[in-house]
């Protein structure tokens, strides 16, 4: 497809177990972003990778969650020991140049249930 | 701390009728400015961004920016039951991750 895809679309876990989350940017882009967003509430940063550069973790809300990009490409974002309140939708979304973020393109997102 | 912020509405506005939809901000550093519109279970897609002072127009959707008063507005006319949709501002200083507002529901009555 040509679109920002994330897997799994749903997950739900219990509270306590790890989680790992898929995104696959648009072929070729260069900028790959996480963010969350909880219940009636805006999209909060957590995470950006630019090219090869060191990626911005300014935005993670704990040491519980990491994220990595292998190849330029995909991204997986690991929550560990999952509580509830990380229960939200986490969206991909990417752009084929970093300064040009009106180009940033959304997944759909995976939701996560943490019971 | 950077802010933006926004009546979480809903707003309601009848067919046909001007549908106006304000940010405010709190970073003076920032550069860009996007609203996203975002349908229940969907994820956000862009429909207007702004960097000058002024207004924008794009088909009905116009943007207003005014930085003097960390501003940015989202007019919406001849409003449509298919635009009621949750909208969000989003702000850059550029080559940033955005900083988005909680979002507006609008809700277009027919």
């Known amino acids: 497809g040509a679109g920002v895809s994330q897997s799994p679309s749903n997950k739900v876990t219990e509270k306590g177990k790890d989680v790992e989350l898929r995104c696959d940017p648009i072929s070729g882009h260069t900028a790959l972003y996480w963010y969350r967003q909880s219940l009636g509430q805006g999209l909060e940063f957590l995470i950006y990778f630019q090219g090869n550069s060191a990626p911005d973790k300014s935005g993670l809300p704990s040491d519980r969650f990491s994220a990595e990009r292998t190849g330029g490409s995909v991204s997986t974002l690991t929550i560990q020991r999952t509580q509830q309140e990380d229960s939200a939708v986490y969206l991909c979304?990417?752009?084929?140049?970093?300064?040009?973020?009106?180009?940033?393109?959304f997944g759909p997102g995976t939701r996560l249930l943490v019971l | 701390q950077k802010e933006v912020e926004q009546n979480s509405g809903p707003l309601s506005v009848p067919e046909g009728a001007i549908a106006s939809l304000n940010c405010t901000y709190s970073?003076?550093?920032?550069?860009?400015f996007f609203w996203y519109r975002q349908y229940s279970g969907k994820s956000p897609e862009l429909i207007m961004f702004i960097y000058s002072n002024g207004d924008k127009e794009d088909g009905r959707f116009t943007a207003q920016l005014n930085k003097a008063s960390q501003y940015v507005s989202l007019l919406i006319r001849d409003s449509q039951p298919s635009d009621s949709a949750t909208y969000l501002c989003a702000v850059s200083r550029g080559n940033t991750p955005l900083v988005f507002g909680k979002g507006t529901r609008l809700s277009v009555i027919a």
């Open positions: 979304a990417s752009s084929l140049v970093p300064s040009q973020v009106e180009t940033q393109y």
């Open positions: 970073d003076r550093g920032s550069q860009s």
